[in-house]
């Protein structure tokens, strides 16, 4: 299994995910993205403060 990090994720999206019908179709088209570059990928999106050292 491989885990990855998504950065800047806002609430109304975290939102629609644990409402979706489903959470994998929700997730693919519109937390992963497509290509290199997602809506939140940790390498255009900054990591939030709270995880930084």
């Known amino acids: 299994m491989t885990y990855y990090h998504y950065c ?4 109304a999206t975290v939102q629609g995910l644990e409402r979706a ?3 994998r179709q929700f997730f693919e088209t519109r937390i992963r993205g497509s290509g ?3 809506p ?3 390498r255009t999106h900054p990591i939030p403060k709270k995880y930084r050292q």
């Open 21 to 23: 019908n489903s959470k």
């Open 40 to 42: 939140f990928d940790c």
């Open 8 to 11: 800047e994720i806002d609430a």
């Open 36 to 38: 290199a570059d997602g």
